[in-house]
């Protein structure tokens, strides 16, 4: 039987669900949730899209889990996943605005904001707003990379892993995103 606190490693757990066993992917889903949620909402911004975009990387990496490598971390493997889901929902939002731009929506129509999450409304929301919206503001290699290492305190090598580049270019990456965050809140 799989349950949530399953012992079993990330590789054991993949072989499982290879092998039929389905409730070992809901014991990997449970395990990874969390940190990738952090990851996609401090992407995006967004606690609602990162919700959707989490649960698509699952189902991503659930349809991929053969080209799962288990010599290799889950989570890195995961976290690429998501980041890759979370540059898609970038470039549609991006387009969205672009369109919306020549194509208005009638006068009328109002659209209510997102209300914060829970968690925001807990931090200093003023603060924390001002740094989610800087860090949208990023071109998305740089706020990957600043999401990553700064907030999710993974190891340059795990970003590295995660983001499919070298260590050194995690290093410029932040160095970079670091300067225009600066910049972005004068």
């Known amino acids: 039987m799989i349950d949530a606190v ?14 039929g066993e389905k409730r070992a992917f809901d014991a990997i889903v449970l395990r990874h949730k ?11 911004g967004d606690d609602d899209d990162a919700l959707d975009i989490v649960q698509e990387a699952f189902v991503a990496a659930h349809q991929a889990l053969r080209r799962y490598d288990p010599a290799r971390p889950m989570r890195a493997w995961l976290t690429r996943i998501a980041v890759n889901k979370a540059r898609d929902w970038r470039r549609r939002r991006a387009v ?3 369109v919306a731009v020549f194509l208005p929506i009638d006068e009328g129509l109002e659209v209510s904001a997102p209300q914060p999450s829970p968690e925001v409304q807990a ?4 603060e924390l707003a001002k740094v989610t919206a800087a860090i949208s503001m990023l071109p998305a290699n740089l706020a990957e990379v600043l999401v990553l290492r700064a907030i999710e305190g993974q190891s ?10 070298s260590e050194k270019a995690v290093e410029t990456r932040l160095y970079r995103a670091r300067r225009r965050l600066s ?3 004068g």
């Open 183 to 185: 910049a972005l809140r």
């Open 156 to 165: 340059q090598a795990e970003a590295a892993d995660a983001l499919g580049i």
């Open 96 to 98: 969205r605005r672009f």
């Open 123 to 126: 931090a200093d929301r003023e």
């Open 34 to 44: 969390l940190a990738l949620y952090r990851i996609v909402v401090r992407l995006t």
């Open 6 to 19: 399953d012992e079993r490693s990330d590789g054991e757990l993949a072989r499982l669900v290879l092998d």
